[in-house]
């Protein structure tokens, strides 16, 4: 079965730095790939999805992740935080092969803090 | 663009009350999927549908049921509500091949079990 592991359930971060959120999927196959964001008390929203092509996915707000098969990793980047990214966020799996039918398998969050 | 609505946006019940709610996907989006986020858990997979049919079930309680209807539109009716069933549900649609095209969420439903 599809899991998604994301180590670090809290990153704290100044503003200006780097952002790095890990997630980390186990999977036979190469699955699709999702970076949703959540703010307190709203819907989740996605952010950037890997499904084929390039490994390097561009999303909103200036994150990036890559797909590296080697590694079953899909790691969330952004060069600069800002004040306004500090919010949940949450890596995501579906499996192509499972009929068409894909339910999105959610890891357990990462809670990003930004500090000035 | 049009969004997947949930409605209500908040719902407070009583234990053992019965509550029901309803998600309108995104036109021409036929599947729909039915998420329960706990305080401070991520989101955990109910039950989705396809072309009005069930597709996929994930943990959800048997006290909970739901459909898609004609118009595509679902409705996800929970009885006897617990105090554990307090959460946020979030609905989301896609084109049938949801993992190449992507998912969209609603903005989710709190349900608060008093």
């Known amino acids: 079965a599809q899991s998604v592991t994301q180590l670090g359930s809290h990153v704290s971060v100044s503003e200006g730095a780097l952002v790095l959120l890990r997630c980390n999927y186990s999977s036979s196959v190469p699955p699709y790939l999702f970076w949703y964001v959540q703010y307190p008390n709203q819907g989740l929203q996605l952010l950037l999805k890997y499904t084929t092509g390039a490994t390097l996915v561009k999303g909103i707000n200036g994150f990036e992740a890559e797909f590296k098969k080697s590694e079953t990793s899909f790691h969330l980047t952004k060069p600069s935080a800002h004040m306004s990214d500090a919010a949940e966020y949450f890596c995501?799996?579906?499996?192509?092969?499972?009929?068409?039918?894909?339910?999105?398998?959610f890891g357990a969050g990462t809670r990003l803090a930004v500090h000035p | 663009a049009a969004g997947v609505i949930q409605s209500p946006r908040h719902l407070i019940k009583e234990k053992r009350e019965t509550a029901t709610l309803k998600c309108y996907p995104i036109?021409?989006?036929?599947?729909v999927y039915w998420y329960q986020q706990g305080p401070g858990q991520d989101p955990q997979f109910l039950i989705s549908?396809?072309?009005?049919?069930?597709?996929d079930k994930g943990s959800i309680p048997d006290r909970f049921s739901a459909q898609q209807f004609s118009d595509y539109h679902s409705e996800l009716n929970m009885s006897s509500l617990e105090l554990g069933d307090s959460a946020l549900y979030f609905c989301?649609?896609?084109?049938?091949?949801?993992?190449?095209?992507?998912?969209?969420f609603g903005s989710g439903t709190r349900l608060t079990v008093v």
């Open positions: 995501a799996v579906s499996d192509p092969f499972s009929g068409g039918y894909n339910k999105l398998i």
């Open positions: 989301a649609s896609s084109p049938r091949a949801g993992g190449n095209y992507g998912y969209t």
């Open positions: 549908f396809y072309e009005k049919m069930q597709s």
């Open positions: 036109p021409r989006h036929d599947t």
